[in-house]
């Protein structure tokens, strides 16, 4: 559920007085759907069980709902409020939903308009030029900031010049996924039909965020569930009077090294990211709640689905690697969240994993390999094409975890206009899903230093953190109710502690900046 509380937490911070800087981040249902409902396709993992020589069923798209919208339950329908009054003789107990109205939640932010003054660069630069030059933020310290209405940069210092990003890349993953892939998109995991009647195939589609039990409709991790692809495959044989296969995995979606030479060891033994694979089990976790990673984590995933199979009367009698046929019928799939939830789950959480993965279907779905450099560079294709400047950007891979990549702020910065866009709602989970400062994903525990208090629940962005660079960037409304979108990045700093209080202090400024 906490990925349906944050949503919810997050509508109520704003209610209906910040819709422009927040709220509106939510895409419209489409027309003639209801705010608040949601398609066949969000009630649960989508298992499609057939038989071995018919096609699967395809599911519909989820409509994304608007946070300005009654909050609703997990099933889409309205939350029931307290009845008005109880008799002695009445049963205690919840009514039907339909007989309550939830009521709108209290305004938190003061409401944004297009009047309210955009700030000077004189004003800025009186509130922001020590904060910018603390000593803490090391030698090279880079910024940008844009008035997301307009466009217009306001104040900036070495914005066109790259610099390391560290995780902001996933600003520009985000975009890119949402763009190429759609937001309605979900990655199927699939079992087809083998070359003979002995075999099946488990085919990945991308899903990383696999559960090994049962899929939760509630989650996004562990929306689809192995257990849930092993029962319909196993009642699909059943079917076809086949209760002895072998098991061959095609997890040929991704080419080139699974583990970027960019990455530390270290990275991987302490689950900071996986070795990438188009399917494995909770962001290829060697096992639940462990959080030291696979080496092989699509193998890892086959073995434990032949577990499975094997536990409901399916006979396994091999597990390895092959393509599975071209053309061949699907037996049973699943289907996980869709990527705008998937997306705002890889920005809350900084997930590299996932980020390495939407970058790789990215470059899949394009004219690049799907290799740590193909996915790099798809990426920055897909923003390009959208109108950012990315001149001087270059980075492997999406998640920004490897040394060597350079992205400047005004990238950074001209993805969050964009993404901002009534142009482009598509794009909206690309700001709904950056953390909330003192609340949220990466900046929960975060804005509590001195003056820093004015930023929480106002600031929301995109962490950024390698041994050495520090960066951060968002959206900020400031104390005039303008919507702000900053970058700083820092990429020679000595000591990650003091770089992440003194970019805090600068966000923190910039909320209570009324430097008009």
């Known amino acids: 559920m906490r990925h349906v509380a944050a949503r919810t937490f997050r509508a109520a911070l704003v209610g209906t007085a910040a819709a422009v800087a927040l709220a509106a981040c939510v895409p419209q249902p489409p027309a003639g759907t209801a705010a608040g409902s949601t398609s066949s396709a969000s009630s649960g993992p989508a298992t499609t069980a057939t038989s071995a020589t018919t096609a699967t069923t395809t599911s519909t798209p989820v409509p994304a709902t608007s946070s300005a919208a009654p909050p609703t339950t997990t099933s889409g329908a309205p939350a029931p409020s307290a009845p008005t009054s109880t008799t002695a003789t009445e049963t205690l107990g919840p009514p039907p939903a339909s007989d309550f109205v939830a009521p709108a939640p209290e305004p938190v932010l003061a409401a944004l308009t297009g009047s309210a003054p955009v ?7 009186r509130r922001l030029s020590a904060l910018l030059s603390d000593p803490g933020l090391g030698a090279r310290v880079e910024y940008d900031i844009t008035d997301v209405e307009t466009g217009e940069n306001l104040l900036a210092r070495g914005a066109q010049t790259p610099a390391t990003p560290a995780s902001t890349t996933k600003l520009l993953t985000a975009v890119a996924a949402l763009s190429v892939l759609g937001p309605q998109e979900r990655l199927a995991t699939r079992v087809v039909a083998g070359a003979d009647d002995a075999t099946i195939v488990l085919v990945g589609g991308g899903d990383m965020l696999l559960a090994t039990g049962r899929g939760d409709p509630t989650k996004v991790v562990g929306h689809a569930g192995l257990t849930d692809l092993a029962a319909g495959t196993a009642a699909a044989l059943r079917s076809a009077g086949r209760t002895r296969v072998a098991l061959r995995l095609d997890d040929s979606l991704f080419s080139g090294p699974r583990v970027s030479p960019a990455w530390s060891p270290a990275d991987l033994v302490s689950g900071f990211v996986a070795p990438v694979a188009p399917l494995a089990v909770e962001s290829g976790r060697a096992s639940s709640g462990d959080p030291a990673t696979a080496s092989d984590p ?9 577990t499975l199979l094997d536990k ?4 396994v009698t091999g597990v390895g690697r092959g393509r599975a046929p071209d053309g061949a019928p699907a037996v049973a799939e699943v289907l996980g969240a869709p990527v705008q939830d998937v997306v705002e789950h890889m920005l809350d959480e900084s997930d590299n994993t996932v980020a390495e993965v939407l970058a790789r279907l990215v470059a899949a779905r394009g004219d690049r390999p799907p290799t740590f450099d193909g996915a790099g560079q798809a990426v920055i294709d897909a923003v390009a094409e959208l109108g950012v400047p990315t001149a001087g950007a270059r980075f492997t891979g999406g998640s920004g975890l490897g040394r060597g990549g350079v992205i400047a702020p005004r990238t950074l910065t001209a993805t969050i206009v964009l993404a901002a866009s009534e142009k482009h709602p598509e794009l909206r989970a690309t700001l709904t899903g950056l953390p909330v400062a003192g609340v949220t994903g990466t900046l929960a525990e975060r804005y509590s230093g001195a003056g820093q208090g004015r930023a929480v629940g106002v600031v929301r962005a995109k962490t950024g953190t390698l041994t050495g660079a520090s960066s951060l960037a968002g959206t900020v409304v400031d104390a005039d109710g303008r919507l702000l979108a900053f ?3 820092a990429d020679r700093v000595t000591s990650t502690g003091d770089a992440r209080d003194a970019l ?8 209570g900046c009324g430097c008009s």
């Open 487 to 489: 970058a700083v990045v």
């Open 119 to 125: 700030p000077t660069a004189a004003g800025l630069s």
């Open 312 to 315: 409901r009367g399916i006979t």
């Open 298 to 306: 699509a193998l890892a995933a086959a073995n434990a689905f032949a």
């Open 504 to 511: 805090d202090s600068v966000a923190a400024a910039l909320a």
